[in-house]
């Protein structure tokens, strides 16, 4: 395993590290902010590779699982959000687990395919996975075995590949009418503040919950009716894409004169510690409102597919659709909301 000593560049507070290996470019942040740190953070990192290199090519290409999962895992916490490397972890674990397998080569395509429909019996801890989250599984999973050969670490045959997945059927997504959000934000305007904010940020700028519960007035620009979507301290957005939305009139209306130049829009109501996924929880003052309206299966991803749905339905463009919205390509604004398509609108449509 050929590497050379490469250069370091320092981009911001930290020092990188640009090298070859087997003649492929490689780019790694070291994430040090002293030089005399990052040459000997350097110097270790060359050993290690020397070191895998003896382990992997004197096993012909067929490394121990803990080696490999060392190399590959230490990668991903410097390419991969902590929400993908923690689901990436439990599936590992779990496939190592079910397998008993001590080599990458250990673990055979009937190996998968019996682990998949475990995943369909039992799950993860003992409570059934819905078929979307098993075909998640193989990909992340087939992702790693991927990463392997293409480091050159592994030359087998990615197990994972010609696994069939399972076949989920399309639906259009569950929206609220017109008249059900009318009901809706009637009533939550009556319980409280914070909740009609809630449902305006979900309704009218297609906000997921973590989102919502982590907005602040920064945020929004009322001169210019735009919401920016950023990521700030504590609070990291899904995919890391920042992106901004259009501030419907109705939403400025309701913000506008409880504006603040900095801040949360929400104050928590949850302690400073422990694992609370959400600094403020409004899901029962949701189900409160929402049987007070005579509104069933609402929920915050609802809201989101409201915003999404009734613009599609005025006809706004699938392109402005997937840019608020902050989805990974138009492609998947189309695989939910093409089919409820009419006419172009804008953001003040419904």
């Known amino acids: ?33 002293s030089k005399r740190e990052a040459l000997l953070l350097r110097q270790k990192r060359i050993a290690e590779y020397h070191e895998n290199a003896d382990r992997f090519f004197k096993t012909n290409l067929n490394p121990r699982l803990d080696d490999f999962e060392q190399t590959y ?13 923690e689901i990436e972890r439990n599936f590992w674990q779990q496939l190592r687990d079910f397998t008993g397998a001590r080599r990458l080569k250990d673990i055979k395509r009937q190996h998968v395919e019996r682990f998949k429909q475990r995943l369909k019996r039992k799950g ?58 009318e009901r809706l934000l009637t009533v939550a305007n009556d319980y409280s503040q914070a909740l009609y904010w809630l449902l305006m940020l979900g309704i009218y700028a297609g906000m997921r919950k973590n989102e919502m519960v982590n907005a602040r007035w920064e ?38 004169l409880h504006r603040k130049k900095q801040g949360f829009l929400f104050t928590s109501n949850r302690p400073s510690t422990g694992r609370a996924l959400y600094r403020y929880e409004p899901k029962k003052a949701l189900k409160t409102v929402a049987e007070k309206a005579e509104v069933e299966g609402v929920n915050f991803q609802i809201l989101r597919h409201t915003f999404g749905s009734q613009h599609a339905i005025s006809g706004t463009s699938l392109y402005k659709i997937s840019k608020w919205m902050g989805h990974s390509s138009v492609n998947v604004t189309a695989k939910h909301y093409a089919g409820l398509q009419d006419y172009d609108a804008d953001i003040d449509r419904f």
């Open 1 to 33: 395993m050929a590497i050379t000593n490469g250069t370091l560049i320092k981009q911001g507070r930290y020092w990188h590290w640009k090298y070859q290996l087997d003649g492929e470019t490689r780019w790694e942040s070291l994430k040090v902010e």
């Open 73 to 85: 895992f230490r990668w991903a916490e410097d390419h991969k959000r902590p929400k993908t490397l």
């Open 124 to 181: 993860m801890r003992g409570r059934p996975l819905k078929d979307e989250s098993i075909n998640d599984a193989l990909r992340h999973l087939q992702a790693i075995f991927n990463h392997a050969i293409k480091l050159k670490l592994f030359d087998g045959e990615n197990p994972f590949i010609g696994v069939e997945r399972y076949k989920i059927p399309k639906t259009q997504p569950t929206f609220l009418k017109v008249e059900e959000i």
């Open 219 to 256: 945020w929004f620009d009322f001169e210019k009716k735009l919401i920016r979507i950023q990521r700030h301290e504590g609070f990291e957005l899904k995919d890391n894409e920042e992106r901004t939305v259009p501030l419907s009139t109705r939403l400025h209306t309701t913000l506008y």
